[in-house]
């Protein structure tokens, strides 16, 4: 069996391998992340064209990720370009200003490159550097100087990423390098936005507006969850995004560590509830940059978000620049069959829980495909699907099932890379009547092997015939059939 959680991988050095990367999509890879933090659009080009190709060559559709920088805060450079030690107890001044090499800070004074932040701060804030590694208390603010007490010290580098907790900053929601960066994703037919530092559900429609205004109409934007800000205002940015990113490593520095497992699985059922999907991403088998074996530790991280009810897990660091990427995908991927071994046949869906804007029609004809899949013994549920809204309404109740997902359109295939249990696939013969639709689901799934003759297998799908209007929603998903193979 095919595990069902999907795995989300970052590109980077380690690899550019054709053969690896290859290897690492035979071995459960379903999406591809672009982190543009780092790199040139040359590089980034390159990479997105190795994926498609090999991608196209295997059969097996891989989503493309796009990871926007966000703004963000960062130190300065330092005198001699070499690392300077903070002692604990230590009085530094911080300096709000563009940051420059004509700007050299050293262990009594340094920059950074927020310019409002003496405006936001006051006495008693927090500002803690290199994910937390660092953390300074403000004593007090003089112009564009920040007068602070080293609470916790360490060595200090250059271009260090600075969080300042409970602090409402004013950051944009988008840079221009993130536009810049967006754009030309959308030229190379992106599926996805990870949207950084986003701290608010306006955030998250600028973005939308952007994409809408250059081609990206069916570009899904996945708002990262990193600041308390964000957790804060999470209710209002879910209503306006096609998913979430769990990024837990900042939102670890931002808020205590002891809280992120509660947040994490507040988020998850969020997004289950609401159908949309969740990648719970940063860290997860991260000692397998250097090692080629996790810790328990990692194996049972993994194990958890998925019995939480994650869509996707995320590898970084471990396969853009480890030792062991393959070896990284491998694990995860066998971590992710064996805790799916302990999922129920179906989950159970309370109606009353259901967010109030969700259309329970669609969400009733999901459960009742699953319900009915378990119920009479069938082997498999297709979801002939124009845009992949089918495939993933049935993908929410986590059948034991293989649900498999045709669609005419190559960007809804794309989509569904990220939808637990969908194994999606390019089809021209899912357009017409619904008794054509359902003959030709059965007949693809029966070439390929899926099923064979006398099985029973569930389908659901939308009859436009019999289409269902409530409010200002249309349940295009209104159909469940029974058939057996012929």
Not at 26 to 41: I, K, P, Q
Not at 135 to 151: A, F, M, N, R
Request: hydrophobic share 40%; with cysteine; glycine share 8%.
């Amino acid at each position: 069996m095919n595990k069902r959680t999907k795995i989300v991988c970052t590109m980077g050095p380690a690899c550019d391998d054709e053969e690896t990367l290859r290897q690492m999509i035979l071995s459960g890879m379903n999406v591809a992340r672009f982190n543009f933090s780092h790199g040139s659009h040359e590089e980034h080009h390159i990479r997105m064209e190795r994926v498609k190709r090999i991608s196209r060559e295997l059969g097996i559709p891989v989503g493309i990720l796009l990871d926007t920088k966000g703004p963000e805060i960062r130190t300065g450079f330092l005198e001699g370009h070499k690392k300077v030690t903070l002692a604990e107890g230590a009085e530094v001044t911080v300096t709000a200003a563009k940051t420059s090499e004509e700007l050299m800070g050293t262990a009594e004074h340094f920059y950074l490159d927020h310019l409002e932040l003496p405006r936001e701060v006051h006495a008693g804030s927090s500002i803690l550097i290199d994910d937390g590694l660092i953390g300074l208390t403000v004593k007090s603010v003089d112009g564009q100087d920040i007068h602070c007490t080293v609470e916790n010290g360490g060595e200090l580098g250059e271009k260090k990423g600075v969080n300042v907790p409970n602090v409402k900053l004013s950051l944009p929601a988008i840079t221009e390098q993130d536009r810049a960066d967006i754009l030309f994703g959308l030229n190379e037919g992106i599926d996805f936005i990870a949207a950084s530092f986003i701290r608010d559900a306006e955030g998250v429609k600028e973005i939308r507006k952007l994409c809408d205004e250059n081609g990206g109409e069916h570009v899904d934007i996945l708002p990262k969850i990193e600041c308390a800000l964000a957790v804060y205002h999470f209710d209002d940015i879910l209503k306006v995004s096609d998913g979430i990113m769990v990024a837990r490593g900042d939102l670890g520095v931002e808020v205590a560590p002891e809280v992120c497992p509660v947040i994490q699985k507040e988020i998850i059922s969020k997004c289950n509830a609401v159908c949309k999907p969740v990648i719970t991403a940063t860290q997860m088998l991260d000692s397998m940059i250097r090692n080629p074996r996790p810790t328990r530790a990692e194996v049972t991280d993994v194990a958890n978000a998925i019995d939480d009810g994650t869509d996707a897990i995320m590898l970084s660091g471990e396969t853009a620049g480890g030792k062991y990427p393959l070896e990284a995908v491998k694990m995860m991927a066998n971590i992710a069959l064996i805790a799916e071994s302990t999922i129920p046949d179906h989950k159970p869906l309370d109606f009353k829980q259901i967010n109030p804007g969700r259309n329970l029609v669609n969400a009733a004809v999901g459960l009742a495909a699953v319900t009915t899949a378990f119920n009479v013994g069938a082997k498999a549920i297709l979801t002939p699907t124009n845009s992949g809204r089918s495939a993933r309404l049935v993908s929410n109740f986590r059948p034991v099932l293989p649900i498999q997902a045709a669609t005419p359109n190559e960007w809804a295939m794309r989509k569904m890379t990220l939808y637990w249990g969908v194994e999606p696939r390019l089809s021209g013969r899912t357009v017409g009547s619904i008794a054509y639709v359902v003959d030709n689901a059965m007949a693809e799934a029966k070439e390929r092997g899926i099923v064979k003759q006398g099985d029973l297998v569930v389908v659901s799908a939308g009859d436009p015939a019999f289409q269902v209007h409530i409010g200002n929603e249309d349940a295009s998903t209104n159909v469940v059939y029974l058939v057996q193979v012929p």
